[in-house]
């Protein structure tokens, strides 16, 4: 189940739409970036999002949207969490309107002030039309009905919570995230294998000292440390559907210090690697009876 730090997604429809109903062990899934529009909708439990540096919390049954393009990562408190997740590709959109690119929707649930909250309110009302109609078994209509349901969202979405900002002038300097989104790549490509400062910082043309000045300003912490972070959860991915050794999955994903990968993988998950595995174990036993 490994997913690259820059995502992408083959089950989008002829509509431009992938819809997920989604339950996995609660835990950290690292910052990353993809070309779609992403909403999420937590079903239960809450979780923290951090988008662009600034952390939210999202609490069940409220919608939140992340732009295409803006880095984001979760990070799930239940132990179990169910979630609808939408990505919405913008290009299939431009059948709509041909200027979707130069729209930048804001829809924070903190962020939503009282005057704004009625059309909010029914945005979250379609996500629970969406969540029934899930329910419901044998519908033959079900694509065409939950894809309808989701270009409501989406217009709402359009109306009441975006900004249509001037497309960006030939010549316009590279910003911060533009070359994080550079370096995010580079890390999803390349996280098995060994990477160093001198490494990350030639990517972007940087000396060693100012990409990490650089890096941490922007993401809040050094890049070794979310390269390990990268590592850690494509292992603890791997520790949920294999019985392999966690040595071998340590080596598979690009970790040789196994203190460093203890303190790291305990930071995010709160656990051991064997009390993760014998927790999803016992998980899949209780959902079997």
Known sequence: MNQPFYETFHEISPQGIALSYLTFPGGHHPLH???ELELL??????????????????????????????????????????????HISKRYMQTYLPDI????????????????????????????????????EDIPTFTME?????LQVLSRLLRFFS???APRLPGTSVSAF?????????????????ITLQDAAGELGFTREYFCRF????????????????RASHIYQDLLH??????????????????LFNKTFKKLYGCTPSAARKAARQTESSAAH
């Not at 912490?221 to 390269?227: A, R, T, V």
């Open 33 to 35: 970036w993809h070309e």
């Open 41 to 86: 909708y937590p079903l239960n439990g809450e979780a923290d999002i951090v988008v662009e540096g600034k952390k939210h919390r999202l609490l069940k049954r409220h919608l939140m949207a992340v732009e295409s393009r803006q880095v984001h990562g979760t990070h799930a408190y239940k132990g179990t969490s169910m979630f609808i997740c939408i």
């Open 101 to 136: 690119d130069l729209y930048r929707i804001h829809c924070i649930p903190e962020d939503i002030g009282d005057e704004r909250f009625p059309e909010y309110h029914e945005i979250c009302r379609l996500m629970e039309t969406l969540t029934r109609l899930y329910m419901v």
């Open 146 to 150: 939950s894809e309808g349901i989701i």
């Open 163 to 165: 900004e249509h900002r």
């Open 178 to 194: 533009d070359r994080l989104r550079t370096i995010l790549a580079y890390v999803g490509a390349h996280y098995r294998e060994p």
């Open 215 to 230: 890096f941490k300003k922007n993401m809040g912490l050094p890049f070794l440390e979310y390269l390990g972070e990268v």
């Open 242 to 259: 294999s019985d392999e050794p966690v040595s071998l999955l340590m080596e598979r994903h690009g970790f040789t210090n196994q203190k």
